[in-house]
């Protein structure tokens, strides 16, 4: 059976696994790491930089440098960089791409079909965006499931005894609430709660404001006007969280981080876990009412859960373990790695999906009922949303119901699909609108249109509305101007495949190009010491094969050809050969 992989594409960080030989593991990427950060970063010479690689890059290149592209996901922001645009989907392919990448190098085959988990939250149109990514990074998607459920699967295997369990995860960028029920065989998602807005990254934006205004009360200059020395405190700050969550207090000591004045100015502030605990209290406490509202949905008090699981790195921080303790009278559970938790979860159901459709034993047999995270509607007279499927309704699920025209001789209809809780329709969501034509002129309310509304087991919905009286049907074209349409999605999975041939090539010349570069600057530093005691004619031969390497170096090395290499190390000797003299006289110059 080919390996198929589950993928947590986080907002700070992703995290892929396996199930390899009975048992679910992480993978770590080929710099060790069991998670990667979900940064991109684009150099100069055309490369993209994925994970810690790009994150180190982040303070130099801030502009070309993307952080929490899941927050974008669905949306019509646009990443600009390498002279165009990147939609979220295809920066999230970026991401998708290194994991399959680090998956293949792990396993020593060939990876291409995955499960991807989404935060319980996203609608529609974020989901579909998650699948297109998948597909753009050259996987199969065989399913999209939520982070939560997937926790569930990887702890419901631990402890089967059937149970209501709450999923408290909190995690970069998005808070996430369940209540789930392992049953006998099945794990249900009862009700799910949350904020798409509230992570880790708020509490390293909290202490990273302390941090500035600290520096700015004792030197008088903003450091947030420095984007490289405002990225290497966040980035400190970000460390010194995490240190807070193992000790009382920590030191940020940046020495050197920036000028003013001509003079070298330098951090140096202790922080105390109270200190952090005050700066962040309404961030924790935030979590409260999606706890009680989940809990609400479920329809059961905290004493009928069995245990609560916490998920998310940003469960380590102790107030957090604190809070859910005394809001729900348990005591949490983290025997589970909350960073790797959801991952595990997914290969654990990309496993089962796979050996279930090729006839074999899955590792296991839990089967796996996901909820609509959020209420869908169309719009109907006077603007009000009218409900056709509740939220938290099991999927996948199918609801019609006939709705009518609201004026005389009315010949179309414009269905207007909604997703959110609020009354009316201009406070929801609009997934997208579609007109159905061809209605027989009649008074109103006497036409017959039924709108059916089918969501399959990956949370993605098709609305269709049907003229009863003519059969004339119509279905839906999604025309959110975050979604990619197919054409788009061609041309980035063909732009991702060149960029992943010219990564071999880049790959395959890198040693020309660096030893080229090297013998450039050795030779350029020397004739700068000693150009002065050398001739001429000699000076002239020196820098005309320095200039000819410049050349050799200009095109980038994902884009050069064979011949291009060969030129560039034929140029490389020439110039060691020209500029033996003179490096020869410049380390002469050192020595003596
Ligand atoms: P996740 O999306 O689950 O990987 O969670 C990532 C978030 O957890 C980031 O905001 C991290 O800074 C945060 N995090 C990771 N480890 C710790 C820790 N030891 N203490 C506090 N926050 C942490």
């Known amino acids: 059976m080919a390996a198929t992989i589950g993928i947590d594409l986080g907002t700070t960080n992703s995290c892929v696994a396996t199930v390899e030989g009975d048992r679910p593991t992480v993978i770590p990427n080929t710099l060790g790491e069991r998670t990667t950060p979900s940064v991109i970063s684009f150099t100069s010479d055309g490369e993209r930089l994925v994970g810690t690689p790009a994150l180190r890059r982040a303070a130099i ?11 974008h996901m669905g949306t019509d922001w646009r990443a600009r960089a390498d ?43 974020q989901r579909q965006a998650t699948k297109d990514a998948g597909r753009i990074a050259g996987l199969e998607v065989l399913r999209i499931i939520n982070e939560p459920t997937s926790a569930a699967l990887a702890y419901g295997l631990d402890n089967g005894t059937p149970q209501k369990v709450m999923v408290y995860d909190l995690g970069g960028g998005t808070f996430d609430v369940s209540i789930i029920e392992i049953g006998d065989g099945v794990i249900e998602v009862l009700a799910t709660s949350g904020d798409n807005h509230l992570g880790g990254d708020d509490f390293d934006e909290r202490l990273f ?43 940020v000591n940046l020495p050197f981080l920036m000028q003013s004045g001509g003079m070298p100015l330098h951090m140096n ?23 009680v509202r989940a809990l609400d949905d479920a329809g059961i008090a905290t004493s009928e859960l069995g245990c609560v699981l916490l998920v998310g790195g940003s469960t380590r921080i102790p107030a957090v373990v604190e809070h859910v303790r005394s809001l729900t009278g ?52 006077g603007g009000v949303a009218t409900r056709v499927i509740d939220r938290n309704t099991t999927l996948p699920t199918h609801y019609s119901q006939v709705f009518t025209t609201a004026a005389a001789f009315q010949t179309s209809v414009e269905i207007n699909v909604l997703q959110g809780e609020r009354p009316m329709a201009k406070d929801n969501k609009s997934l ?8 027989k002129r009649a008074m109103a309310g006497v036409p017959q249109i039924e709108v059916t509304f089918d969501i399959d087991a990956n949370g993605i919905l098709t609305v269709s509305a049907k003229d009863l009286k003519t059969g004339n049907e119509q279905s839906i074209t999604i025309t959110d101007s975050g979604r990619m349409s197919d054409d788009e999605i061609d041309a980035a999975i063909r732009d991702a495949e060149r960029y992943a041939e010219e990564d071999a090539v880049r790959a395959k010349n890198a040693g020309a190009v660096d030893a080229a570069h090297r013998q450039l600057a050795t030779v350029e530093s020397a004739l700068a010491r000693v150009g002065k005691r050398i001739d001429r004619d000699e000076k002239k031969r020196v820098k005309a094969a320095c200039a ?20 560039l190390i034929a140029a490389t000797e020439e110039l060691e050969r020209t500029g033996a003299h003179v490096v020869e006289l410049a380390s002469q110059d050192s020595n003596g």
């Open 61 to 71: 290149n801030p502009d070309q440098t993307f952080f929490s592209v899941k927050r």
């Open 83 to 125: 002279e165009r645009s990147f939609t979220p989907q295809e920066l999230s392919a970026m991401i998708l791409r290194q994991l399959k990448k680090d998956a293949e190098a792990y396993l020593g085959q060939p990876v291409d079909k995955a499960v991807i988990t989404v935060p319980a939250y996203f609608n529609d149109t």
């Open 209 to 251: 404001d302390h941090l500035a205004d600290t520096f700015e009360r004792e030197n008088h200059v903003d450091l947030r006007r420095d984007a490289s020395a405002a990225q290497r405190v966040r980035e400190a700050a970000r460390q010194a969280k995490c240190e807070l969550s193992s000790a009382q207090s920590t030191v």
């Open 269 to 291: 502030v202790t922080v105390m876990r109270s200190e952090f605990e005050r700066m962040t209290h309404d961030l924790v406490e935030r979590t409260s009412a999606p706890v």
């Open 330 to 381: 348990h005591e949490p559970s983290n025997s589970i790695n909350p960073d790797e938790c959801v991952a595990l979860g997914a290969a654990i159901q990309a496993n089962t999906l796979e050996t279930a459709s090729e006839g074999l034993v899955p590792y296991t047999d839990i089967l796996l009922l996901d909820v609509t995270p959020l209420s869908l509607a169309i719009e109907t007279v």
């Open 432 to 439: 997208g609108k579609f007109k159905l034509g061809g209605i």
């Open 548 to 567: 000819n390497v410049a050349r050799g170096l200009r095109k980038k090395p994902g884009k050069m050809t064979d011949a291009d290499i060969q030129a």
